[in-house]
């Protein structure tokens, strides 16, 4: 079983169906995720990467829909499965944190009782083991299992949180999927639950995808890196070199609209322009309007995915070395880390 | 930073009353902080949500009273400003931008009517034709055609919206922008040029900014200036670079070692502090941070430290810091 991966996700595309015509949000996602491993996704809003997790978990409501492709979760394809042979699934070996504690938990029940019922939902276990279970993952998060009696209001925003992550880790999932948990959060909060996150995930070994808007958060955290814009994936590779060597333009201007709190100040530029709407995509590559090195081509020629070293990468002038990739942007510090 | 004094804060406190007749307790949201924008300045207020920094930006726009304490601009209190031209010509030259792009305009009005409004209420003077022309020229300032002035608010993109938020506050002639979050519902692609604009118009026309972030990278951007609020007082204030190379409170040392820098080499072995911010409810005196700090002596607990000044200009409210004097102090790196 070992070397089967958590997830195989191919050729996925999610559709919105409105009356003005199908939206493609996602368009043609496809990767694996073996055990243990931590994906980071990044991309602005509208970029298509909730949809895509979502996706995942087969949690899209009308107008969403999968178009193509499938969701292969150990084996089983999810897409078309019933609610029914979902739930099984469901929070046992996938689960999901959300990104506003306050809305994802239940106002008006202790956390205690949420866990009794998602340990119900799946199993007959007697109330000695609710209890015990959940005080367990309470104590894995770092929250005192007095808690449990507790109501989400009377918990502070990383509390909630943290509370939300020990409710996915009640049965020790293969996989847990998390859309921005950490953006309602302030860096200091934000920075103890990522570390948090990390050292779970090495003790129990399940797989995370991690979606975000924010490239620094994970740049220490996720083993790859996928880039999507305007629901394509524009680059996808280990997280250290993406970091060190971008090779699309979007990937780059993302990095260096980071303002530094160390080293000389230098101004930036950020991204020109506003990322398209997906009811009106540009023509060619879906970044050329707003892309420093793009030329005639660019505009006509839909790229690839193409691989190129180590990494896939979604540029036409990389693919055919007209814009030759850059020396190493690592400072000596970062090098060889 | 030797620039002339526009705005001063003087002992200013803002308490909340909560709980009802039988738990009266108070929530003491800003305590005794004070602090100064020079002219052509930007000052980054900069701390954790419920530190008290929105408070502040509210007291200065006089949307709410202070509790206590003054707040002095161009050298007079703003609480004696009485009649209706004072208290319009201060909210014109202190106008406030919002965090929220999209909850901060009418969606059924065109985004030019913000704009003309502030100018009939605000200069008089201006025919509908010179009102027109000057809405033109600030959404030229920042960077939005005259064309944008039709739109609708959904017709714009976030970081476009809080353009117009700063046309609208530029339409005034203002001397001091307070910025509440400005820029943390945009993308990353899209900050940088918000950033770039409050830059500019320090540069070439002169306003100050009061720019309140929880985001340090971004305030070591553009700003002057770093205070840096816990619990609803100010731990540490001073130039910036300053501040950031040689932070001396334990508090400011945290903030600044939870920064993601994705240039720098990982240590997940780094302190994992879990410590949360306090609710200021009724306290009782020493320093707020004592229960998170590592540093904490018996003093923090009794004597509230009060901010003094440990180099030129660069204050810190810390005991530990200011009796080690000019020794590092480093609680987190």
């Given at each position: 079983m070992s070397d089967v991966p958590v997830l195989e996700v191919s050729g996925l595309c999610v559709d919105y169906v409105l009356d003005r015509g199908d939206v493609r949000a996602v368009d043609d996602v496809s990767f694996t995720l073996n055990r243990g491993e931590f994906l980071g996704v990044v991309g602005e809003s509208g970029c298509g990467k909730s949809t895509l997790l979502f996706a995942i978990a087969q949690l899209l409501s009308p107008p969403a829909r999968v178009a193509e492709g499938s969701v292969t979760f150990q084996g089983t394809d999810l897409v078309g499965m019933t609610d029914e042979q979902l739930s099984a699934i469901r929070w046992r070996d996938m689960s999901l944190v959300m990104q506003s504690a306050m809305n994802a938990l239940n106002p008006v029940k202790s956390i205690g009782a949420q866990f009794k019922d998602a340990m119900r939902a799946h199993g007959k276990p007697t109330r000695e083991e609710i209890a015990a279970r959940s005080a367990e993952v309470l104590r894995m998060v770092g929250i005192d299992p007095v808690h449990l009696s507790s109501y989400p209001h009377q918990l502070s925003g990383g509390m909630r949180q943290r509370a939300m992550i020990a409710m996915a880790m009640l049965f020790t999932p293969d996989l847990v999927i998390m859309d921005e948990p950490t953006s309602a959060l302030d860096v200091v909060a934000q920075r103890s639950l990522m570390v948090q996150i990390k050292e779970l995930q090495v003790t129990y070994g399940f797989a995370v995808i991690f979606v975000t808007h924010d490239m620094s958060l994970i740049s220490h955290f996720s083993d790859r890196l996928m880039v999507m814009y305007a629901g394509q994936v524009d680059e996808f590779g280990a997280t250290r070199t993406v970091f060190d060597r971008p090779l699309h333009p979007y990937t780059q201007g993302l990095l260096e609209a980071f303002p530094s709190i160390r080293g000389p100040k230098v101004p930036l530029k950020g991204i020109p322009g506003n990322p398209p709407d997906l009811g009106r995509l540009p023509t060619g590559c879906r970044f050329h309007p707003r892309c420093?090195?793009?030329?005639?081509r660019c505009a006509e020629v839909a790229p690839e995915l193409y691989q190129l070293d180590q990494a896939l990468v979604r540029c036409l002038r990389r693919q055919d070395g007209s814009l030759p990739v850059e020396a190493d942007r690592s400072t000596p510090a970062t090098r060889g880390a | 930073m030797t620039s002339t004094e526009l705005l001063r804060a003087d002992h200013l406190t803002r308490h909340f009353k909560i709980g009802g007749a039988l738990s009266r307790r108070t929530l003491h949201a800003v305590d005794d902080v004070n602090f100064t924008i020079g002219e052509r300045e930007i000052v980054a207020l900069a701390g954790e949500s419920g530190s008290g920094k929105s408070t502040i930006a509210r007291v200065l726009a006089r949307i709410s009273k202070p509790t206590s304490g003054e707040v002095y601009f161009e050298g007079k209190p703003v609480s004696q400003l009485r009649s209706r031209r004072d208290r319009l010509r201060y909210s014109g030259l202190v106008p406030m931008v919002f965090q929220d792009p999209f909850g901060s305009m009418?969606?059924?009005?065109?985004?030019q009517h913000g704009v003309l409004r502030s100018l009939k209420l605000h200069r008089p003077e201006l025919s509908a034709q010179g009102r027109s022309a000057e809405a033109a020229r600030v959404f030229e300032t920042v960077g939005?055609?005259?064309?944008?002035?039709?739109?609708?608010?959904?017709?714009?993109?976030g970081g476009q919206r809080q353009r117009v938020g700063f046309a609208q506050a530029l339409a005034m002639r203002p001397k001091l922008i307070l910025a509440d979050e400005p820029v943390s519902m945009l993308d990353v692609s899209i900050r940088i040029g918000l950033l770039n604009l409050m830059a500019e118009l320090r540069d070439t026309m002169g306003v100050s900014v009061l720019y309140i972030t929880h985001d340090i990278a971004s305030a070591r951007y553009v700003a002057d200036r770093l205070i840096v609020m816990y619990a609803g007082q100010i731990a540490e204030s001073g130039p910036i670079e300053e501040v950031l190379a040689n932070p001396r409170h334990p508090y400011t040392q945290l903030l600044l070692s939870a920064v993601p820098d994705p240039r720098a080499p990982l240590s997940v072995a780094a302190e994992t502090d879990r410590g949360e911010p306090p609710k200021v409810i009724d306290p009782a005196p020493g320093c707020r941070f004592r229960y998170r700090c590592p540093l904490a002596i018996d003093t923090c607990a009794q004597v509230t430290p009060v901010l003094a000044e440990l180099r030129p200009g660069h204050d810190a409210a810390c005991h530990v810091a200011q009796q080690a004097g000019a020794d590092q102090v480093k609680a987190f790196s």
């Open positions: 420093p090195y793009a030329v005639d | 009418n969606p059924v009005l065109r985004v939005l055609g005259a064309d944008m002035l039709e739109r609708f608010p959904y017709e714009l993109s």
